[in-house]
């Protein structure tokens, strides 16, 4: 195993670049690619190995790489996150699967008594590079605990980042920055559009920034925030209102924590309006952290309050009723349209 | 070496894997009408769950859990415990509840996406279906507190699958069960697969019973294709648990023969041998011979059960299918007694968006 900063080459089997691909390959072959590149990589979960992922995100790792670099675990999720954070503690880069958000409760003790906090209690003695990739969300019919969107709890805890990729494209680029990150970052995959849409995904192993927003569309009249599946049927609105003069600006946050406000506010200093859009229930959502952030930092710029567009506070409901849950384009044009008129 | 402590695990098995006996049966067999009954429940709950996977392929249900293979660990449950016991199920435990009296169609309900099918019909103290993997083991152990410390005479029991006694739920409720010697049965479906993960993978223990001893309570291991066996254990840890206070675990070794869902392919990951291997020992054709053997049983019998079945599932997919809708506002009318003042607005909104969905939906209407 290599030490960790050991410079490593890129082996030239991996610099292919697959055409189309959609969002579950692109998390794949970000894994593949930096597997390659460092041997400290070490995957681990349920299901993972023969059965490549319940949604095949690792398909093919373990034969390529064996088991030793691609590990099937006993069913236990807090195991899972516990010897992560031994393993990274070791140097080496864990990147373990929770194979739905669902079940990263048991994790959830060893991440923020833990991994969120092994640098900062032993003061950067010992450090804690794992990412843990949870997919997430609703909308694809799936049973009870399946469905939820649980961010703002991972979101609220000091030491960790929190990163969703929006696509296909995102997802890779992302996914290799949260591996060569040297925190935990927890990588959460909005499972909705894995298979949704197919992009080209260059495969040069080239990382796209964390802790930084993407302007998607750039537009004059209301800032429109998102991030996640969310991205699509944001993209469609944005589209639509184009098409009746509306431009808006829309904003990936892509890390919802730590959160580039910079982005944000510069934005919706230039248009003066900004509707945040998530799937997860309102209260003690990152929206609302967004909305305060907006508030104190462009409040005289602002010419209508800023708005959210939310699941409702309840559980999630199974899939007959997660329709009613889930937020749409409906919602968010409305909205939009409610914040335009606002005088 | 001389150890301190021995530990043996006793392994109960009446029928081989072909029906053939050779070993005194329990006295309780000597009664054929349960016997009967414990055939009979099988092959409707094989039916059933045929029908659930059919109508998931269909399009009819959402991901299913198939029981294929392991009716005999939920037919033995469901048949031994009494009414007023609380049973804590797993997400494989359709018969079970079933045969406690929750209404067949709900568990296709549930499956279908609508909350209203974990209603357990009669058992109205049973738990809903427990999806988090062994989480359900400390709500029985809490249970089964209750019961101890209001000094009744009842029981839980408590299911899982093999890949659950990996989490500490599974081994704190089992530790805190001896401590306190709580009425508690849990009994694992050792069906030898988690997803992909096979029992191997698991644990290096020689059998998921000798977690008992750890616990300081009684394990025993079972052939959970020997239906006999099962509901003999099962009927005795009862017995203990009511009236001696004594937790037991209970490992009934069955086999998956169904993918782990309808969501999972497990040719995947699982040899075809395997899967033959395991048909040849599945739990109804053995009973079958057994009963035939006996003189239990005959064509005639068999051919009216299986009408019979056949006619009980249509009339559930029926009552399925025509459930009533429910009302949109009962995502949020249930999450507390009284709906907080804060949530009004939202229960408005709730209505109005579920009215613009509809509208999609039937823009005739
Ligand atoms: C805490 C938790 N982690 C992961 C899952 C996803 N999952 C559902 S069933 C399952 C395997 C369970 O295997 P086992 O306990 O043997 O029960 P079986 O399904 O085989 O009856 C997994 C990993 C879950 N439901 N809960
Ligand atoms: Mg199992």
Known sequence: MNKPGLELSVPDTESVTIAEGTLVEAVTLALRYEMARDDCVVILGEDVGVNGGVFRATEGLQKQFGSNRVLDTPLAEGLIAGISIGMAAQGLKPVAEIQFMGFIFPALEQIACHAARLRNRTRGRLSCPLVIRAPFGGGIRAPEHHSESTEALLAHLPGLRVVVPSSAYKAYGLLLAAIRDPDPVIFLEPKRIYRAQRQRIPNDGQALPLDTCFTLREGTDLTLVSWGAMISECTQVANDLATRGISIELIDVATIKPLDMETIVTSVKKTGRCVIVHEAPRAGGVGADIAAQVNEQAFLELQAPVARVTGFDTIMPYARKEDIYMPNTIDIQSQIEKTLNFS | ?365
């Open chain 2, 1 to 365: 070496m001389r150890g301190r402590h021995r530990f043996a695990i006793p392994f109960l098995q009446y029928l081989d894997t072909h029906g053939e006996v050779d070993v005194p049966l329990p006295a309780w067999t000597s009664d054929i009408e349960r016997l009967q009954k414990l055939y009979e429940q099988m092959v409707l709950a094989r039916t059933l769950d045929q029908k659930a996977v059919a109508l998931q392929r269909t399009g009819q249900l959402g991901t299913y859990p198939s029981t294929l293979g392991q009716e005999a660990v939920g037919v033995a449950i469901g048949l031994a415990m009494q009414a007023d016991d609380v049973l804590v199920p797993y997400y494989r435990d359709a018969i079970a509840q079933i045969l406690r009296g929750m209404p067949p169609e709900n568990i296709l309900l549930f499956w279908g996406g609508e909350e209203r099918g974990s209603d357990p019909g009669g058992a109205s103290q049973d738990f809903p279906p427990c999806v988090p993997v062994a989480t359900q083991l400390s709500h029985a152990a809490g249970v089964a507190t209750a019961m101890k410390l209001r000094n009744e005479s009842r029981v839980t029991l408590v299911t899982c699958g093999d890949g659950a006694t990996s989490k500490g739920d599974f081994m704190e409720s089992l530790n805190l069960a001896g401590v306190w010697q709580l009425p508690l049965v849990v009994v694992i479906n050792n069906n030898q697969w988690a997803i992909s993960v096979p029992l191997k993978q698991q644990t290096a223990a020689q059998s998921l019973a000798q977690k008992a001893i750890a616990a300081g309570i009684d394990g025993t291991q079972v052939d959970g294709n020997d239906v006999i066996a099962v509901y003999d254990a099962v009927k005795t840890a009862l017995d203990k648990a009511r009236k001696l206070r004594q937790p037991s675990l209970i490992e009934a070794v069955s086999y998956r023969l169904s993918d782990h869902t309808t969501a999972d392919d497990a040719s995947r990951y699982r040899d075809q041998k395997e899967l033959n291997v395991h048909w040849a020992e599945e739990p109804i054709g053995r009973f079958q011979h057994f009963l035939h053997t006996r003189g239990y049983w005959d064509e005639a019998r068999e051919k009216a059960l299986q009408a019979h079945c056949r006619e009980t599932v249509d009339a559930v997919v029926a009552a399925y299918l025509a459930a009533e809708a429910e009302n949109p506002e009962a995502i949020i009318d249930y999450l507390y007694a009284f709906l907080p003042a804060a949530l009004e607005e939202q229960r408005e909104a709730i209505g109005r968006k579920a009215e613009v969905l509809n509208g999609q939906e039937n823009p005739g209407a």
